[in-house]
């Protein structure tokens, strides 16, 4: 797969509304039946504080429905659906490592324990090597994907409903990854960086504003005269406009991730009565700013700005930030912790936390801006990967 560096690929977002295998244990966090999302790790956050979580029933539900159709006991391949259970555990495996999160390492490598490895043709390693270099380039520098990548995917034997999966799937564990992190800072545990962890790169793009982009898919979309009643009713479920959304239209190529992404953002995203949070709208421009998604930052600063956000915020934020970094008491501590989730979450601990409570943000406030922020590592992966976003 080869690696070249390009402006990154920005999509349009729009706000949704409404047999078996024995494990191995290698670390009593990994292995929960009932819990393969938190991975039973929030049980150690104080009563209090995992209220805020516990209480989020429709979100902790949603995601651990997409695991389960992500990662089932078994799966049967055919011709439209290629990736086995080894690919895909494999390729959450090489995204946990990435994220440098232990647990999520732990719990990944031990449901890949038991699985038979492909055979050792040149074309199955040929189509290992893709896959791993496509889901760690993705998990750490989403900008650097370009539409040849996904063309070598199709190469290497991936249908578009394949594809769809698997940058589903990455996007995922990377939130998932951001979660535990999370889950990490409010239990007060300090962060656990291995030696040698590489450093996250800095994006280069540029470009950030708040004008109208309209998003194209890079591969075909369903079909609605071809569509199945199921995924007709996933793109009712998903928002008033998605049959007319060349976003909707492709994700509904796997009709269950996205059925399970769009719960998941309802339950983040929206707020009693439709009304939209200032501070979660914040925290999506700047996580998008951040991993260099041109249209996610704009859509969702405008939307910071209507719920009564100040304009100086989003003029600095559309700036590099690398020369913001020259004078750090400059930088918004919100902005300042959500790039270190984004960029860093190994690293997350109680310590960031603490920059948004001296701020005078909430408890409350702040699970609701790193949920945001987990949220959008995922979003951004797909919008800046599966499709190109121009200038209305």
């Not at 989403?142 to 249908?159: A, F, R």
């Not at 997350?348 to 959008?376: E, G, K």
């Amino acid at each position: 797969m080869e690696h070249q560096r390009r402006a990154a690929i920005d999509g349009w977002y729009h706000e949704t509304q409404t047999s078996q295998q024995r494990h191995t244990p290698l670390d009593p966090c990994q292995t929960h039946d009932t819990d393969s999302f938190l991975l039973g790790l929030e049980q150690k956050i104080e009563p209090s504080l995992r209220r805020l979580l516990t209480q989020r029933n429709g979100l902790l539900f949603a995601a651990q429905t997409c695991y389960n159709k992500l990662f089932p006991q078994e799966i049967s391949v055919s011709r439209h659906q290629t990736l086995s259970l080894y690919d895909r555990l494999s390729s959450a495996l090489t995204v946990a490592q990435v994220t440098g999160i232990q647990p999520l390492c732990s719990h990944y490598a031990a449901r890949l324990a038991p699985l038979n490895c492909p055979d050792a043709s040149r074309e199955s390693n040929i189509r290992q090597t893709h896959l791993a270099q496509y889901a760690r380039l993705l998990a750490t520098q989403p900008t650097l994907i370009n539409p040849s990548m996904l063309t070598q995917l199709s190469d290497v034997g991936l249908s578009t409903q394949d594809i769809v999966l698997f940058t589903q799937l990455i996007g995922f564990v990377s939130f998932q990854a951001r979660l535990l992190a999370v889950i990490n800072a409010l239990a007060g545990r300090p962060a656990t960086v291995l030696p040698g962890f590489p450093r996250a790169e800095e994006n280069s793009q540029r470009g950030f504003s708040l004008e109208l982009r309209r998003w194209h898919a890079y591969l075909p979309e369903v079909d609605l005269k071809k569509a199945s009643q199921q995924q007709l009713d996933v793109l009712d479920f998903c928002a008033p406009d998605a049959h007319e959304s060349s976003f909707y239209k492709l994700l509904a190529h796997d009709v269950a991730t996205l059925e399970a992404l769009s719960a998941i953002t309802t339950h983040i995203m929206q707020q009693p009565g439709d009304q939209k949070s200032s501070p979660k709208e914040w925290a999506a421009a700047a996580t998008s700013r951040i991993n260099g998604c041109l249209f996610c930052a704009g859509i969702h600063g405008r939307y910071y700005l209507e719920t009564g956000g100040e304009s100086s915020h989003i003029d600095q934020l559309f700036d590099d930030i690398q020369a913001n970094k020259s004078s750090e008491k400059t930088v918004d501590p919100l902005v300042k912790v959500v790039q270190t989730l984004t960029q860093s979450p190994e690293k997350f601990d109680a310590a960031a936390l603490q920059l948004l409570l001296d701020a005078d943000y909430q408890h409350p406030q702040i699970v609701d801006i790193l949920l945001s922020t987990a949220l959008f590592n995922w979003l951004n992966r797909l919008i800046q990967t599966l499709g190109d976003s121009r200038l209305a």
